[in-house]
């Protein structure tokens, strides 16, 4: 019997129980890290895609100033009258929530766009 244990290769359980754990311990770190880059590009999506219904309502307004509102497309939500411009061109503040149904990140978008500020904010839930 001893003679075939000799010629044996391989690691031992010991060996085999550490890179388990350093993997576990890896993914303990990533997982949660990646959850987070995943949450933060969807806000940053969203924004660009206010930015560019803004866009696209800003050129509505140049070749029709009688345009008051415009249908934009957001992360694949499309809803009705979301945005509207005042007598002076300017964009409104609005509001929008967008289901996690209709994204293709998985997420809830909660945003606003205050034209006081001009800032765009996008929550993801």
Do not use: H, W
């Not at 031992?12 to 350093?22: D, G, Q, R, S, Y």
């Not at 800003?58 to 809803?79: H, K, L």
């Not at 293709?104 to 909660?110: A, H, I, K, P, V």
Request: net charge negative; with cysteine.
């Amino acid at each position: 019997m001893n003679r075939f244990r000799k010629n044996e290769k391989g690691f031992t359980l010991v060996e085999l129980l550490i890179v388990v754990a350093i993997i576990g311990i890896l993914a303990a770190i990533a997982i949660p890290q990646f959850t987070k880059y995943k949450k933060n590009a969807a806000e940053k999506a969203c924004v660009g895609s206010v930015k560019v219904c803004m866009t696209e309502l800003a050129a509505e307004y140049t070749e029709d100033s009688a345009q008051r509102v415009a249908n934009c497309t957001i992360d694949g939500f499309n809803q009705q009258n979301l945005v509207t411009i005042d007598d002076d061109g300017e964009i409104q503040d609005f509001n929008f929530l967008i289901v996690k149904a209709n994204t293709d990140s998985g997420y809830e978008l909660n945003g606003t766009y205050k034209n006081a500020t001009a800032t765009i904010e996008c929550e993801a839930k």
